[in-house]
């Protein structure tokens, strides 16, 4: 399974409809998320981060489940400036190995 | 002024030549990126310096090989050039590698011929 999976489209909507994107994620662990807005042959560029308890951004709501482990990004009232890849992003913890004791005898 | 720089923006290069791509943030992070977008359009990490200190390296060929001079300069070095190595590669920063989006810069696509 991908680390981080998403829809890749292409969605195909009229002006002004209200559009859902979602993001599965694989590590429980994860800790940050982002989505990104990558128009064509341009850089990415960071549209919101995404939030436990949601968050919005004008017509952008992002929203995190953790249970589920996904996230989502909902666009109302779409402009026709909205056309352009959206990438999620997830960011894990750094992991630690179980730890190696070391006992100096006198 | 531009946040993260990355030069050149086209690069056209026969098999086997070896090449630099450099990168420069005036952002004052501590975390650069090296990314590689194929033409599936899918971003894959590379590598990642935190303070000049390498952080992450993914599965990247040893022809590859990042240099970070100081924590304002990430640069991509590539030996051997294969046609696979053909892709758009992007340079990124963030204040942290943790909590923060990242700044990205404008690419630099690489054509092996």
């Known amino acids: 399974r991908k680390e981080v999976e998403q829809d890749p489209g292409p969605f195909n909507v009229p002006e002004g409809a209200t559009v859902a994107f979602n993001c599965t994620y694989s590590n429980s662990a994860s800790q940050s998320f982002f989505w990104y807005r990558q128009d064509c042959r341009k850089e990415p560029k960071l549209l919101m981060s995404?939030?436990?308890s949601g968050n919005e951004d004008g017509r952008f709501t992002a929203q995190l489940n953790r249970a589920s482990q996904y996230i989502s990004l909902l666009i109302r009232d779409s402009k026709l400036s909205d056309s352009a890849t959206y990438l999620c992003v997830v960011i894990v913890f750094m992991r630690f190995g179980a730890g190696t004791r070391l006992t100096v005898k006198p | 002024d531009t946040a993260v720089s990355q030069t050149p923006k086209y690069l056209v290069t026969q098999m086997g030549n070896d090449k630099s791509i450099k990168c420069e943030q005036n952002?004052?992070?501590?975390?650069m990126y090296w990314y590689k977008q194929d033409s599936k359009k899918f971003l894959k990490i590379m590598f990642s310096y935190n303070n000049k200190e390498l952080i992450i390296n993914e599965t990247v060929p040893n022809r590859f090989s990042p240099k970070s001079p100081d924590k304002a300069h990430l640069n991509l070095h590539i030996n051997s050039l294969e046609l696979g190595d053909s892709a758009v590669y992007f340079c990124a920063s963030s204040q942290d590698w943790i909590n923060y989006g990242y700044t990205f810069g404008s690419g630099t696509r690489l054509t092996v011929v």
């Open positions: 952002l004052g992070h501590d975390t």
């Open positions: 995404v939030y436990s």
